[in-house]
């Protein structure tokens, strides 16, 4: 199932949700509309929590099939909510950098993050995700998590990306990976993508070329 949208008028849909292959993750304050969408697509359990009081959960958490990993900043009851529905383990990382998913790129097969994150981050992101983590860049910016949109298929990066870096995220997490952008040039394609290994939603303002290549290289045509 592909899908083209918005979430609240915002064609940044991957800011408002964590998809993996095994549930959707996204706040309870999301539009009938938008719920529906994400329904339909992806056709998974939901997990909904605001996380700091924040609905763009897909900004500050990341997840895989294995776990979920969200920022210190999230309150003990949201924390304890989602504990008591996921049935997948969830944790936070004590970390001054509370946007997870801007700076942590992950699949089932392996995890790359932001290079300031201290040893004992990237070992709770190891933990949590039962992944290999490994620092880098993406077009030599730290922020991986939202330069790159990844499912278990394959990856699309920011046009920048370097060819070390490429090579790192295809043997980390071990994808095709290709260059690409979305909503009409951006290169943040986490922020314009939800996907996993059935379905993808890119946002409303994705061109149909820039549509057929993501479809392509997440292996849906």
């Known amino acids: 199932m592909i899908a ?3 979430f609240e008028g915002d064609p940044n849909v991957g800011a408002f949700a964590v998809i993996t292959d095994r549930l959707v993750f996204t706040s309870p304050n999301m539009s009938e509309k938008s719920m529906e969408t994400l329904e339909r697509t992806f056709n998974l359990p939901f997990l909904q929590s605001t996380v700091a009081t924040m609905n763009a959960v897909g900004i500050v958490s990341v997840g895989n099939s294995k776990g979920i990993l969200v920022p210190y900043t999230i ?3 949201e924390l ?3 504990k008591q529905e996921s049935e997948v383990e ?3 990382v004590d970390n001054k950098m509370t946007a997870l998913g801007n700076t942590i790129l992950a699949n089932d097969q392996g995890a790359i993050c932001h290079p300031d994150f201290d040893s004992q981050s990237v070992q709770k992101i190891s933990d949590v995700l039962d992944v290999e983590v490994v620092k880098s860049t ?3 910016l730290p922020n991986v998590g939202a330069n790159t949109v990844v499912t278990n298929t394959g990856a699309v990066v920011h ?3 370097t060819d070390e870096e490429i090579v790192t995220i295809a043997q980390v997490l071990k994808v095709q990976v290709e260059v690409g952008t979305v909503n009409r040039g951006s290169p ?3 922020l314009g993508v939800l996907a996993n290994v059935d379905g993808l939603i890119a946002g409303s303002d994705t061109t149909g070329v820039e549509l057929a290549h993501i479809s392509q290289v997440l292996g849906f045509v």
Request: glycine fraction near 0%; charge should be neutral; hydrophobic fraction near 40%.
């Open 4 to 6: 083209r949208t918005d």
């Open 75 to 77: 309150r003990d009851d």
């Open 80 to 82: 304890a909510s989602l």
């Open 90 to 92: 969830i944790d936070w």
């Open 138 to 140: 993406v077009a030599r």
């Open 159 to 161: 046009p920048m990306a």
């Open 188 to 190: 943040y394609t986490r």
